[in-house]
């Protein structure tokens, strides 16, 4: 079992850059696919991004690639997400999620375990 607590939240104007950490408990951090998700207020979940279990494959959504950035460092049980060139539509709850599947995927059902959630506001 693993413990995901989300930091790094906040009010950015558009342009702007935000770096989100996800803090995780548990002996068993590296075996898990790490996945960033938001929600924004009255829309579904929606998949951001995921990195395996080694790091070596990331994955985002086509509404933030090229601008957003994944990463893990298994050794602090840390994964993060650098967000550039931010968006108004960007504006969201942003949860970090592991999954214990071997193959990473993209639903957030998918996953087993959540972060409450941090606050990310873009304002125009």
């Known amino acids: 079992q693993v413990q995901l607590v989300e930091s790094g939240g906040g009010l950015v104007q558009a342009g702007g850059s935000l770096r989100l950490s996800c803090a995780a408990s548990?002996?068993?951090?590296?075996?898990?696919?790490l996945g960033w998700f938001r929600q924004a207020p009255g829309k579904e979940r929606e998949f951001v991004a995921f990195?395996?279990?080694?790091?070596?494959?990331?994955y985002y959504s086509d509404s933030v690639k090229g601008r957003f950035t994944v990463s893990r460092d298994n050794a602090k049980n840390m994964v993060y997400l650098q967000m550039n060139s931010l968006k108004p539509e960007d504006t969201a709850v942003y949860y970090c999620?592991?999954?214990?599947?071997?193959?990473?995927?993209?639903?957030?059902?998918?996953?087993?375990?959540w972060g409450q959630g941090t606050q990310v506001t873009v304002s125009s």
């Open positions: 548990g002996r068993t951090f590296s075996s898990y696919v």
């Open positions: 990195i395996r279990r080694s790091g070596g494959l990331t």
């Open positions: 999620a592991a999954d214990e599947a071997v193959v990473p995927r993209t639903a957030a059902s998918s996953y087993d375990y």
